[in-house]
């Protein structure tokens, strides 16, 4: 944690440089799988967030990493690791939303390109994973306006480059963005959209958010202050001010073309989709740009989609179940997993609290149930507690035929499956084994001189 204040990516970046939690990485990288599979190794071992200073073919710098574990999930807040639940939960308050603040110029209008000078090579693109049908955006956060009501919206979307000036754009139905598109009188008319790459972690995070208002104050809440927003070139929608490069253009929802695989939070290649498609109108970035990605189906893509907006509603809907239960959604369960923490006095609460959670996201599949004793950030205790404190035939439960999401691989297309519950709790009345082996916590670099 730092005191270092957060407004852009480059901020983001210099509060990390002072904790040591980002590595510059100079060794020349290839724009190709390299790239990824550094940022993906630097995310399994919890090394910091990579900023890659010389990619093969780019100009420009690329980013990775900055909320792909706890710790860095909390610098990106601005709290303590413990706190990062808490301080979600404010920011999700509807009545905390900080309006923004409308400004008249931005950092990225600096160069823009438009019309025919409009070429998506530009922007340099990584091909992720070796099972990517291309070279997909996926830290873009989508920034549309309702044409009824017109509220913003942030949301995520993965983008296929198609052509010089085009996108395959993956749209889930349920999302705003095709609401919004639906609402109007004509829904196969071309749809103003902005892509906004290179934000403050409370912008990405914010994105991540499914809410009636706009996640743009709940990035406010989360700072404490209105994030600056300005006009596009070419779109009439408030763009963060301190993006690092913008693109602007047109979704055309009925010119469809096939997009896909790409590497999705499930852990699995995603399935080729028929997409809408965007035009590409407007291309504008900063003065020396930081592009940003995130590395697919890996650790940054389930904390921001996954785990850090939904942790605060799981907790307040176990709460009414069990005023002092804790929630984890670990990144490993690719956002199907929450594993709750008690201090069990009723040998029928574990599993009214795996079935509120249940209940509490569509994405909750998996439920385990855990004493104070395990460490639910450390798999290792978890699996330690599943195999020594669960009766498979007594202390699992099933929901058969429920409702999840329509990704799920063990779900059918449209997501109904069965759900699990596992009281994983320390059962005295079934047989007292005593406590818990354990050591105390040791500082090895004191011994290891």
């Known amino acids: 944690m730092t005191d270092h204040k957060i407004f852009d990516l480059r901020s983001h970046i210099e509060a990390l440089q002072q904790s040591g939690a980002v590595s510059r990485i100079s060794r020349r990288v290839e724009l190709d799988h390299e790239l990824s599979d550094v940022g993906a190794a630097m995310q399994r071992a919890d090394a910091g967030a990579a900023l890659f200073e010389d990619v093969s073919g780019s100009p420009w710098k690329i980013f990775t990493g900055g909320v792909a574990s706890q710790r860095l999930a909390a610098a990106a807040l601005g709290c303590p690791v413990d706190e990062m639940v808490d301080r979600m939960g404010e920011a999700l308050e509807p009545n905390n939303g900080v309006p923004t603040r409308r400004v008249e110029t931005a950092p990225w209008q600096a160069n823009t390109a438009r019309g025919d000078d409009v070429d998506l090579s530009v922007i340099p693109i990584p091909v992720h994973s070796r099972g990517d049908g291309g070279a997909f955006i996926t830290g873009a956060v989508t920034v549309t306006k309702d044409p009824i009501g017109g509220r913003g919206n942030l949301s995520y979307n993965r983008m296929l480059r198609t052509g010089r000036n085009s996108l395959g754009f993956n749209l889930n139905e349920w999302r705003d963005v095709g609401t919004f598109m639906k609402s109007r009188p004509d829904p196969d008319a071309p749809f103003p959209v902005a892509l906004a790459i290179g934000l403050d972690p409370a912008i990405m995070i914010a994105a991540g958010v499914r809410t009636p208002d706009d996640e743009l104050l709940i990035a406010g809440a989360i700072r404490g202050e209105g994030v600056e927003v300005c006009r596009g070139v070419d779109v009439d929608i408030d763009i963060p001010a301190h993006a690092e490069i913008v693109l602007e253009g047109l979704i055309h929802p009925s010119r469809r073309e096939p997009e896909g695989p ?188």
């Open 262 to 449: 790409l590497a999705e939070f499930h852990g699995y290649l995603g399935e080729m989709w028929n997409s809408p498609t965007v035009e590409i109108t407007a291309i504008s970035w900063r003065d020396d740009p930081i592009y940003q990605t995130i590395v697919p189906g890996w650790y940054e893509h389930i904390y921001i989609g996954n785990v850090l907006p939904r942790e605060p509603l799981l907790r307040r809907f176990i709460r009414h179940v069990d005023p002092t239960a804790d929630v984890h959604i670990p990144p490993y369960g690719n956002g199907f997993l929450a594993v709750i923490s008690i201090d069990r006095d009723n040998p029928g609460t574990p599993r009214n609290l795996a079935m509120a959670a249940m209940t509490a996201h569509i994405n909750i599949r998996n439920v385990v149930v855990v004493d104070r004793d395990v460490d639910v950030s450390q798999p290792s205790d978890v699996l330690w507690a599943i195999t020594n404190r669960v009766h498979w035939h007594d202390d699992i439960f099933t929901a058969p035929h429920a409702q999840g999401h329509e990704m799920d691989p063990v779900a059918d297309q449209r997501g109904v499956g069965v759900k699990v519950g596992i009281d994983a709790t320390y059962k005295r009345e079934r047989r007292e084994y005593g406590e818990r082996v354990a050591y105390a916590p040791i500082d090895l670099s004191e011994y290891l001189r």
